[in-house]
């Protein structure tokens, strides 16, 4: 049995570890699926490219209300498909040569625990004095009579397609649904949304999620509290079988795409004979500094936290690292401030307590709304729906929460990340500092100066 001083397990978040710090141990990835994981190759990475495109197709539908009228004569799917994974594919091989140059072995097929800290590999096993375990989640298929049985995509699968559906339909109204019917609504399918909850991004602070329905809605059918129970192939696609406030219904599309959530990948990797603890929801159970229940043994990304989210996994990737080379100054995540944006249109970004968290949890708060329309970037905008919606503590005059939903949201909010990590008061971020007239960052200012 070989053994090593490091195995990572899982070359998505899990590469990043390896830097000149840990050049030295004698160190295995296993990554039997492609260098990158899902951010790069199913993720983050092509889901932005493709929305900018989405983008610059419905800015220019758009543009006629700022007197510029323009037409999107034709929309070539398969340049816009390529300029992301032409650019993408390379990236395996080269990451994988790049390990392997560097003294680095890797191994192409899934590892699975079968005793503390000893792996099989394929035919091969192997055991190590530390291990990362990053091995990250995957697309929920849900029990939907019918599904095995009808040719469907989940997020894995439905960017690599080659031609862009006349019609969709999209089970599921979470961060998926909405960067997804955003996407191929603008490059030219008819969308059709299936949730089974009142509103779209339900999680999201409810005036967020309230108004986002509304204008997907005007975009898209969008079929609130109604549950797919089956589906059926037809001719042209397929046929989902719902229950909804009229009772039951069949929308047909030419595609459809699945995206009721992600599973942590810890069913495929003998977590009892690894002697890791797991949570009810199949997770590998980590305390603030990514050790697992077994010493030596840590864990980060999708396979570990709830949060499912690129930077959280680069952030503990980082504590995890530190906490290895230094068992003397363990340190811990502030796992309490989780920003996350959607890049759907309009793009929403939030941090901290939304509204209904702070009511139900009966904590006082203050808040403000700030639409950008008040604004002059929202003037040159013509912008009718944005808004900055912030709850600050009364008595501290800390921040509790920031949800914004419009233009550039993902980017507007970062000051309000920064106030809420470091401390800074309202008033502080209100009055200490001065916001670039006329940028967007001006609905902001005015939103904490109502405070
Ligand atoms: C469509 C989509 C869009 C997203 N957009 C964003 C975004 O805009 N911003 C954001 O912050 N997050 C986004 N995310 C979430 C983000 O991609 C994930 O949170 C992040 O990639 C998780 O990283 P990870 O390292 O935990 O897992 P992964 O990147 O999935 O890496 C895990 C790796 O482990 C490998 N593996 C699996 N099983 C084994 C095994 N048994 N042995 C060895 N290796 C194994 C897999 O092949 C995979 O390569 C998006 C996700 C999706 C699906
Ligand atoms: N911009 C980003 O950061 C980004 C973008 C895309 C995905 N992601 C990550 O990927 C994860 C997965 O995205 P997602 O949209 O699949 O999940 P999600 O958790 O955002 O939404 C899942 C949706 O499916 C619904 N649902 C759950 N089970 C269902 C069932 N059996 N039948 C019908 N509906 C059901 C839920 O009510 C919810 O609306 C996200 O949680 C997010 O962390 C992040």
């Known amino acids: 049995m070989r053994h090593y001083d490091l195995v990572v397990l899982g070359a998505g978040s899990g590469n990043m570890l390896l830097n000149d710090e840990l050049a030295h141990l004698r160190t295995a990835v296993v990554e039997p699926d492609r260098f990158g994981g899902t951010c790069l190759n199913r993720g983050c990475i092509p889901t932005k490219m493709l929305v900018a495109a989405a983008d610059a197709a419905t800015g220019a539908r758009a543009a006629a209300r700022l007197g510029v009228n323009a037409t999107v004569e034709n929309i070539d799917w398969k340049a816009i498909r390529d300029r992301v994974f032409d650019r993408i594919d390379p990236l395996h091989d080269s990451a994988l040569q790049y390990r392997r140059r560097h003294g680095v072995d890797v191994y192409t097929e899934e590892a699975r625990f079968v005793a503390p800290k000893v792996l099989q590999v394929g035919s091969e096993r192997i055991s190590a004095d530390t ?52 996407i191929f609504g603008a490059l030219g399918s008819e969308i059709t949304i299936v949730h089974r909850g009142p509103r779209l991004l339900t999680a999201e602070d409810e005036q967020v999620s309230a108004r986002f329905t509304e204008l997907a809605a005007d975009r898209h059918r969008v079929l609130l509290n109604s549950t797919a129970t089956s589906v059926t192939r037809h001719a042209d696609g397929v046929a989902v079988h719902l229950t909804g406030p009229g009772g039951e219904q069949v929308v047909s599309a030419a595609a459809l795409l699945v995206s009721v959530g992600r599973r942590p990948n810890t069913d495929r990797l003998d977590c009892a004979a690894g002697g890791l603890d797991l949570d009810e929801h199949g997770h590998i159970r980590i305390d603030g500094a990514c050790r697992t229940s077994v010493p030596g043994v840590w864990a980060v990304g999708d396979v570990a936290n709830h949060y499912q989210l690129k930077h959280m996994a680069n952030a503990e990737v980082r504590v995890m690292r530190h906490n290895m080379l230094h068992p003397d100054d363990v340190r811990n995540l ?35 709304v700030r639409d950008y329309a008040d604004a002059a970037y929202g003037w040159a905008l013509e912008d009718t729906t944005s808004f900055v919606k912030i709850l600050a503590d009364p008595a501290e005059r800390t921040l509790l929460g920031a949800h914004i939903i419009g233009p550039q949201a993902g980017t507007l909010i970062q000051p309000l990340i920064q106030a809420m990590t470091l401390g800074q008061t309202v008033d502080q971020i209100a009055r200490d500092v001065l916001y670039i007239h006329p940028a967007a960052t001006e609905v902001v200012e005015q939103a904490l100066l109502a405070l």
């Not at 995957?138 to 040719?151: E, F, N, S, Y």
């Not at 249109?345 to 901290?352: K, N």
Request: proline fraction near 8%; avoid cysteine; hydrophobic fraction near 45%.
């Open 131 to 182: 291990i990362l375990v990053a091995v990250g989640s995957r697309p929920v298929v849900p029990d939907i009579a019918g599904l095995d049985t009808v040719p469907h995509h989940t997020s894995d699968t439905i960017m690599r397609i080659d031609e862009v559906p006349a019609s969709m339909v999209i089970i599921g109204g979470g961060f998926i649904a909405a960067e997804f019917s955003h």
């Open 334 to 368: 502030r796992t309490t401030i989780a920003p996350h944006a959607v890049f759907t249109d309009p793009q929403i970004a939030s941090i901290g307590l939304t509204e209904q968290d702070a009511r139900a949890g009966g904590i006082p708060y203050l808040v403000s």
